[in-house]
């Protein structure tokens, strides 16, 4: 596979947020005309930029470069003064073991299983 940024991938990826062009040259801290080039093809970013639009964007590197149709994302930044309860947590988990990280996982994912069950009820 190529290393290259596939144009249609990374309008998926945008399309996938629900936002314009203008608003995803904005969130890239692009030009418009700059972002527009990526999307049409016209333009090849450098490998640090595919990275940070994957980032922005919520998707992997290998997605927006045909390495996987997984448009999910490899990795999430945590903003500390966004979220100091979820950065809080990240950092206490950081030490743990992996039998805690495990049941810790299962705790998590049965509270979010009786969470949406809940809403439905």
Do not use: H, W
């Not at 947020?17 to 040259?25: D, F, K, V, Y």
């Not at 964007?57 to 290998?62: H, I, L, Q």
Request: net charge positive.
């Amino acid at each position: 596979m190529s290393n290259q940024l596939i144009p249609e991938r990374l309008k998926k990826a945008r399309e996938n947020l629900g936002i314009t062009m203008a608003e995803a040259s904005r969130r890239l801290n692009l030009s418009k005309i700059g972002y527009c080039r990526y999307e049409y093809g016209d333009r090849i970013p450098s490998p640090q930029t595919v990275d940070v639009i994957a980032r922005v964007f919520g998707t992997s590197v290998a997605y927006l470069t045909g390495g996987s149709n997984d448009m999910s994302p490899d990795y999430k930044v945590i903003n500390k003064a966004a979220s100091p309860e979820l950065f809080e947590l990240i950092e206490i988990l950081s030490d743990c073991d992996s039998p805690k990280l495990k049941r810790i996982l299962a705790y998590a994912q049965k509270l979010n299983s009786l969470q949406k069950n809940k809403v439905v009820e």
